[in-house]
């Protein structure tokens, strides 16, 4: 995150590529593969929006993982399908 905060767009990159790998294992009991992939992605474009908000002296995944808990008790598409 420190070099994604410096800049580096293949360090950002990177670094959402991981986020979903883990993302994935960690959502992996979601009921279906279209409920995942949908939650996994409402993650990652909040992770984008609150990238400045990221302290790189703490552990980057207690950040992921807070961003996480947040969109699975308030999923984005579940206000957009009301």
């Keep these: 995150m420190t070099k994604a905060?410096?800049?580096s767009q293949s360090a950002y990159r990177t670094l959402l590529g991981e986020f979903?790998?883990?993302l994935d294992g960690y959502l992996s009991a979601e009921p279906?593969?279209?409920q995942r992939v949908e939650l996994i992605d409402e993650i990652l474009h909040t992770v984008h929006r609150k990238?400045?908000?990221c302290d790189s002296s703490r552990p980057v995944?207690?950040?992921l993982l807070a961003i996480a808990e947040h969109r699975?008790?308030?999923p984005i598409s579940a206000l957009r399908t009301n």
């Design 20 to 22: 979903e790998i883990w």
């Design 51 to 53: 990238r400045s908000s």
């Design 61 to 63: 995944l207690l950040w």
């Design 5 to 7: 905060h410096a800049g």
């Design 72 to 74: 699975i008790a308030h």
């Design 32 to 34: 279906s593969d279209h």
